[in-house]
């Protein structure tokens, strides 16, 4: 963004006798991926309060899982003249070209949720989890839980070619080396939905003995291990006690699960990712300061030590 165009949105900040730049009226378009899971929808819900309760006009594009539309929207939103964009990427690679527009037009790009492949002068700042580590997290706990005890897991990926699910991976693949005892006997992408989640366990159900020769099932994302749960309890098997269950988000529907028993761990991913972006973005529209470029939120493990039930009711309201 060039000095005048910053100088003129402080000047119409003054006018208005804002002490935020981010009160004036600014117009953010936000692509977002679509509703694939919980978390997605809450995400969604939490960037409509966060800019509602800032006075900002969000023009929201839902992509129904599709870059092509991502694309589309983004170009709409340069060709509107918006103030800035927030993106949350369908998958890493191919992005190259339309953020180098939105330079050009001098609208800063925020990411959330999901990195790109593509040189960090392009965005402003990226406001994610550290994905290795949230897959680290959930391995870590396996193997504490397991011990030197025989473990095959099984493993829902996330959408093919998405940061969570290539890092999640590693980070769990990290997390179980030098274990001989724990192997991942397979691994499949169930797109981080439900319903694929379901139709996926019932694969490796079927593959592996019934069930029987499974010890722990390991999804990207809660919403897979939601469907899982229901495969396995439709093969006459006890999820959380026959098979160990293992996700990430924390979402409310996993801790109804952990209170059910049926589930073990998740590892949690705020859905706010918008309230530290339209943060950074007030700070660099007011003052021009350059953000950091990985704005890194927490990943916290829950057991159901944690108090599910309360985790549950916690969460309820947000969206999800
Ligand atoms: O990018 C974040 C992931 O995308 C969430 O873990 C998952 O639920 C979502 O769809």
Redesign the pocket.
């Known amino acids: 963004m060039t000095f005048l165009r910053k100088l003129a949105l402080s000047a119409s900040v003054i006018a208005l006798g804002c002490s935020s730049a981010l009160a004036a009226d600014l117009t953010v378009g936000f692509s977002q991926i679509g509703s ?2 919980g ?2 929808a809450a995400e969604t819900s939490v960037t409509k309060l966060e800019a509602e309760k800032r006075g900002i006009d969000l023009k929201f594009a839902d992509a129904q899982q599709k870059q092509e539309n991502q694309i589309k929207a983004i170009r709409g939103f340069i060709a509107q003249g918006v103030d800035a964009i927030l993106v949350a990427p369908v998958v890493a690679t191919g992005w190259e070209d339309v953020l180098t527009e939105a330079k050009e037009a001098e609208i800063p790009v925020i990411l959330l ?2 990195g790109v492949d593509a040189p960090q002068d392009l965005y402003l700042t990226s406001v994610a989890s550290d994905q290795v580590k949230e897959g680290r997290v959930a391995g870590e706990w396996l193997v504490n839980t397991i011990g030197d005890k025989p473990c095959k897991v099984v493993e829902l990926q ?1 959408t093919v070619g998405s940061t ?1 699910a290539i890092n999640r991976k590693k980070g769990f693949e990290e997390a179980i080396a030098g274990k001989a005892n724990i192997t991942i006997a397979r691994s499949q992408t169930g797109d ?1 939905t439900r319903a694929k989640g379901k139709e996926v366990m019932e694969g490796f159900l079927k593959a592996e003995n019934g069930g029987k020769d499974i010890c722990a099932m390991y999804a990207h ?1 809660d ?1 897979m291990a939601v469907g899982a749960i229901q495969a396995i309890k439709d093969a006459g098997l006890k999820p959380g006690t026959d098979i160990l269950v293992v996700s ?2 924390a979402v409310p529907d996993i801790f109804a699960a952990m209170v059910a028993g049926e589930a073990n761990a998740t590892v949690e ?1 705020t859905p706010n990712m918008a309230g530290p972006a339209f943060d950074a973005l007030d700070a660099f529209l007011k003052d021009g300061k350059e953000p950091e470029k990985f704005i890194i939120t927490e990943s916290k493990l829950y057991t159901p030590a944690d108090n599910p039930q309360a985790e549950y009711d916690n969460r309820k309201g947000l969206g999800y």
């Open positions: 694939e899971s978390w997605r949720d999901r996330g969570p981080f994302n919403d990430i988000d991913l």
